[in-house]
């Protein structure tokens, strides 16, 4: 019966990788690696148990990176792309711009013409989003300078997909040579509606079914989640999420793009909704599950019979994709300052070719872009150059990273909680520590919770009562006593966890006050956007009080400074609320800032110039001391 196949398929899967991978793991291979040996172990070319034909093997492979896809445009939203402009445009844009410039060279070195050989270069150009992310965080790499530096270029890769899978059909409408034509290769897109189109008319209805993705998600889509969670059925959004996930790819079918494609664009779509984070705590746990189908379809797709036939051109092959690559990222790491250690694994973690490669290699198959015979040497150079960048990344942990200092943390464990204080503290570090002291000194007992293992254990040794974990969470945020605490305060450095923070207290503690730190402005319009009521921003504090004794210093009275500090506080929060809500509109905010500066100095001078209210300097003993030793001194004289 096709249900007995289907469970008979997904029962090999599971029992490969459940065996492989803690195996791999034990021998400090890493999960990824022990799924790629589960792929070739069960695959066609191993004991054949699964996708002897190869075609359901890519089945596979794709609804694991749509899921992942769909993931990975959650987290795109504006302020990250923000953070991340410099190496996101900077080093993205260089690395895909020289790679596929040398992938060009290379290829019509061998003989190709200029069009498939740019198809080719830009092609090999991408990495693997699904190996290097899945490794970097089994390692706890993403928070350092290779790791962030590695998601903007792969983040700018995935982008990059665009307006590649858009430049395609225009390679081929212009293609002269015969022998690209006639490939008869699987899957067409003579059922899609731009069957037959000329080239430009593709483009065309690409870029248009993108903008209206877009502008639907924009408009439509909070209003539809909004609708939704009335219902207060968690599986209705996981339900939303997949139908909305499905359909979009079902549309990017249609017009003859990857549904990868698509359904990174619906992450895209959400990446702003207000119910993001609930979509994605829903669907989460599914990610490594699917992941691991991708990486054990790409073992399994590894032909090894064509490899087995020409042995030396794909090995040599491997070698230049890899060679070049690595050199590349390299000289882009020395250009953007990286330390050696970082740019190591920089370039080691992204030299090799990635998931996308099959997409575009099929599509420039379809459209007579690359003859057939390349096409299949191709992806065999890349399904092997994404197995071996498991070896690659603990060679060089193991082998070169230890020369420069750099060494793996092991990630721990949360601590378990347990408590029912009045006051959560998440962050417990140059600010947050303050915060915890004061309450303490004044009997107000507050659960700390604290994300950097190290600096837990320095707090511990000190005294202080901190706990282990993600205060982000919802399940620690219960454990600490959330449904019960009055008020939780945000001191973290990340303004990216934060902000998720926010989302979940309001969401799921909306009786707990939120009192949030900010390092600037932008940051504190954000919260305030968000809804938080008590905003405080890093530095705002210490420089009115550096004002107030600069101003002490020059010999103004002490009574004055203090009331226009109080002035310029009250002045300053009332603007930071007001502009938070025109921040979008730059003209109009430009303007009202201005008025605003303007504003406070007039009201500063007209306090200046107000002699009556000196009569408020009795409380002013420093200034009346320093007036009476000038009197005396007068007096002596």
Sequence with gaps: MHGEGFFLQAFIYLAAAVFS???AKRLGLGSVLGYLIAGIIIGPFGFGFIGAEGQDIMHFAEFGVVMMLFLIGLELQPTLLWRLRGTLLGMGGLQVAITTSAGLGIAMAFGLAWRPALAIGMTLALSSTAIVLQTLSEKNLMKTDAGQSAFSVLLFQDLAVIPMLAILPLLAAASPDPALHDTGHAGSIGG???????GWMQTLVVLGVVVAIVLAGRFLARHVFRFIAR??????FTAAALLLVIGIALLMSRIGLSPALGTFLAGVVLANNEYRHEIESDIAPFKGLLLGLFFIAVGASIDFHLVATEPGPIAAIVCILIAVKFIILFLLGRLFRMGLDQNMLFAFALSQSGEFAFVLFSFSAQNNVIPAGVTNTLMAVVALSMALTPLLMLLNEKLIQPRFGTREQVEREPDHVGEGNPVIIAG?????????????ANSVKATVLEYDSDHVEVLRKLGFKVFYGDASRRDLLVAAGAAKAKLIVLALDDHGKTMEMVDTVRK???????????????????LVEAGVEHVYRDTFETSLRMGIDALTLLGHR?????????IFRKHDEESVRELALMRHDKKAYFTKARQQITDLEEILLAELDDSGREVDAGWDTESLRRDFGKTSDDDDS
């Design 21 to 23: 991978v803690p195996i």
């Design 192 to 198: 899609s509606w731009v069957a037959g189109q000329p």
């Design 231 to 236: 219902t207060r059925l968690p599986e209705v």
């Design 428 to 440: 417990f570090g140059r600010f947050g520590n303050i915060v915890g002291r004061l309450l303490n």
């Design 508 to 526: 799921h503690f909306p009786r707990m006050k939120i009192m949030a730190r900010a390092n600037g402005r932008p940051e504190a319009y954000e």
């Design 558 to 566: 002490a009574f004055r400074v203090h009331r226009s500090a109080r």
